[in-house]
């Protein structure tokens, strides 16, 4: 009997042409950048066939690159066979526009489109998907004028850049409609970003010490928070793998218990849309007591990448918050190249979420700074008041515990939020 061919049904993957600048100023070297592009790009399902760069000292007003450049990617998209052009930098409406006109029968997007394509590709919950919707309707808005005209003609179908307004071509809607999904999303949002503020609150109120991990995109948070709870997030070796905050319970050696939440991971150039759209994920970082910003050892661009981490810190209104300086995967640095960073960054700590590694002082670590924020008191509790013993033992961190005639006594360090819980108890 003669088998049945076998037809392979995936989708290509489109063909990308990068384009960038060089500028004088900035932390970021060209060649760096467009690394990271190409990494965003293969993320959101393309391949990168070639690249084309040029040095300004500004992008130019019309066209962002200079009109030789224009017609140097025009001929390199029709030599190359691309499907689609990635800028590095956002564009303007006006420069999208003109481009459009310049480069014909491909698809041009920019930084800011693939990484809100991205995160459509991958955004999970509810709150992450209205999240996300709504940075890309805001980023739609002052693009509607002849924006994305090759959607709309339908010569480059899906793909990148595309998994906008949930299908609809762009010129389908117009601004008045644009607004009106906005404010539907707004609304819609508001009401998930309550339940999850009222969580927040029960949080808050109930006196666990918590913890946000906050750090690059694929800095190896979601790893290291599996490591400390043993959770079972997903950790993928790719840029934004998980957009939605997860919060887990940790217990540290001494007993004391703490929250522990992994936030979505930042990255040079963040959309504005973006931290806005996601301000209630943030705000989960925003409401911590400790920030661990994990820091990936072993990248190239690791200053660049944490100093565009403490931007994003400052613009959310974070920065004040206590921080401890963790830098994840050593286990792919020599030896002397982690001594060097040790010596760098002494108040830093180096672990690896893969092999365990330096997991035992970052606990400790933890726990100093949990400490900080306790009042040390000594009380006797009624054995009538089981409840506020084993309170202790979950909230607390107790040095010392004795039984007596009267009651419990404990040597105690209390959470600011459940002091007047025990105060009433205090020993003579």
């Known amino acids: 009997m003669t088998k049945e061919p076998m037809y392979n049904t995936a989708k290509p993957r489109e063909r990308a042409l990068l384009v960038g600048i060089e500028r004088s ?8 950048s467009l690394a990271e592009l190409e990494r965003l790009v293969d993320t959101a399902g393309a391949d990168v ?35 689609l052009v990635v ?57 509607l004028r002849g924006m994305w005209a090759h959607l709309a003609a339908g010569r480059m179908g899906g793909g990148v850049g595309s998994r906008f307004g949930e299908g609809e071509s762009q010129l389908e809607v117009d601004r008045r409609m644009v607004r009106k999904r906005i404010s539907s999303i707004k609304a819609e949002l508001k009401k998930v970003q309550e339940e999850r503020s009222t969580q927040r609150q029960a949080r808050l109120n109930s006196g666990v010490f918590k913890v946000a991990l906050a750090g690059y995109t694929n800095a190896g948070k ?13 950790a993928y070796d790719q840029l934004f793998a998980t957009l939605d905050s997860t919060t887990r319970r940790l217990v540290l050696p001494e007993g004391r218990e703490l929250t522990l939440t992994d936030t979505v991971g930042f990255i040079q150039k963040l959309p504005t849309t973006l931290v806005e759209a996601f301000k209630s994920t943030l705000d989960e970082i925003v409401a911590a007591e400790l920030i661990l910003h994990v820091v990936d050892a072993s990248s190239e661009q690791r200053e660049a990448q944490m100093q565009a981490v403490r931007d994003v810190l400052e613009q959310i209104g974070a920065h004040g918050i206590p921080q401890l300086l ?51 008191l000594e009380v006797l509790i009624p054995y ?3 409840a506020l013993v084993q309170l202790a033992h979950e909230r607390c961190s107790i040095t010392s515990e004795e039984y007596t005639e009267q009651g419990t006594r404990l040597h105690l360090l209390v959470p600011a939020a459940l002091v007047s819980r025990f105060e009433r108890y205090v020993a003579d």
């Not at 365990?356 to 040390?376: D, H, P």
């Open 222 to 234: 979601s790893s290291l928070l599996n490591r400390l709870t043993d959770a079972e997030v997903l």
């Open 25 to 32: 100023s900035g932390d970021w070297p060209l060649e760096q």
């Open 384 to 386: 009538s008041e089981g």
């Open 87 to 143: 800028f590095d930098d956002e564009l303007t409406p006006t420069q999208q526009s003109n481009l459009e006109k310049e480069i014909r029968d491909v698809k041009i997007i920019d930084r800011t489109a693939l990484i809100l394509d991205i995160f459509a590709l991958h955004a999970e919950s509810r709150e992450g998907r209205l999240q996300v919707r709504l940075a890309q309707n805001q980023y739609l808005l002052p693009r």
């Open 326 to 376: 963790v830098f994840n995967k050593i286990d792919l640095l020599e030896v002397e190249d982690r001594e060097v960073l040790a010596a760098h960054y002494p108040e830093g700590l180096l672990v690896s979420a893969q092999t365990g590694s330096g997991m035992e002082g970052l606990l400790a670590r933890v726990e100093q700074a949990a400490s900080l924020t306790s009042q040390l």
């Open 49 to 83: 066939v070639g690249t084309v760069a040029q040095r300004l000292k500004t992008p130019n007003p019309r066209t962002f690159i200079g009109k030789g450049k224009v017609e140097e990617v025009a001929a390199a998209v029709r030599g190359l066979q691309a499907e």
